[in-house]
T-cell receptor, first 115, second 110 residues
Framework: DTAVSQTPKYLVTQMGNDKSIKCEQN?????MYWYKQDSKKFLKIMFS???????INETVPNRFSPKSPDKAHLNLHINSLELGDSAVYFC??????????????FGPGTRLTVT | KNEVEQSPQNLTAQEGEFITINCSYS?????LHWLQQHPGGGIVSLFM???GKKKHGRLIATINIQEKHSSLHITASHPRDSAVYIC????????????FGTGTRLTIIP
């Protein structure tokens, strides 16, 4: 069983489109995250949710909107996609909202390419 | 300047060599993570430590809080250890968010 899963794995789309990436964890964790990894492989946190509540919201354009329907799911919706949004997006989860005091489990990543 | 710096950026070694990857950070932290990113892109958590030393198989992670420094060691390196190794620090102030280093790309040659 996959602990943290993301769909789709690859996403190619045109500028201006709206797209969503889904994430699900079956670990029973309380906290979930979205990270962005740029072309230089640098990881940066975007959002964190604990029990469906937003606890970290980094400076990302408001075209990015996370949605957590329940604590096992954290989806990322992106409006009006731009070329600079091309990156690999990783979902992760951890046991507690002091998330970094616990191991984080990462999904396989979604490679988004905006043309 | 990034709050978390890693060295070297790239490391190539022969199979069997002892490997050391370094991580320095400029702020007080409550925990430090070591992650491994495989060539296929997946990320795996290797260690989370706040003091001392941890060992898992051929991997050893150490941290010196006073010196703001952590090292990841690999003994008897193997080509399957080839990956990008990333350290990430949790500052002990503010909200709970990891700050990542830029990664070290390790290549082990058979």
């Amino acid at each position: 069983d996959t602990a943290v899963s993301q769909t789709p794995k690859y996403l190619v789309t045109q500028m201006g489109n709206d797209k969503s990436i889904k994430c699900e964890q079956n670990l029973g964790h309380d906290t979930m995250y979205w990270y962005k990894q740029d072309s230089k492989k640098f990881l940066k946190i975007m959002f964190s949710y604990n029990n469906k509540e937003l606890i970290i919201n980094e400076t990302v354009p408001n075209r990015f909107s996370p949605k957590s329907p329940d604590k096992a799911h954290l989806n990322l919706h992106i409006n009006s996609l731009e070329l600079g949004d091309s990156a690999v997006y990783f979902c992760a989860s951890s046991q507690d909202n002091a998330g970094s005091s616990y191991e984080q489990y990462f999904g396989p990543g979604t490679r988004l390419t905006v043309t | 300047k990034n709050e978390v710096e890693q060295s070297p950026q790239n490391l190539t070694a022969q199979e069997g060599e002892f490997i050391t990857i370094n991580c320095s950070y400029s702020v007080g932290i409550s925990a430090l993570h070591w992650l491994q990113q495989h060539p296929g892109g997946g990320i795996v958590s290797l260690f989370m430590l706040s003091s001392g030393k941890k060992k898992h198989g051929r991997l050893i992670a150490t941290i010196n809080i006073q010196e703001k420094h952590s090292s990841l060691h690999i003994t008897a390196s193997h080509p399957r250890d080839s990956a990008v190794y990333i350290c990430a620090a949790l500052p002990n102030f503010g909200n709970e968010k990891l700050t990542f280093g830029t990664g070290t790309r390790l290549t082990i040659i058979p």
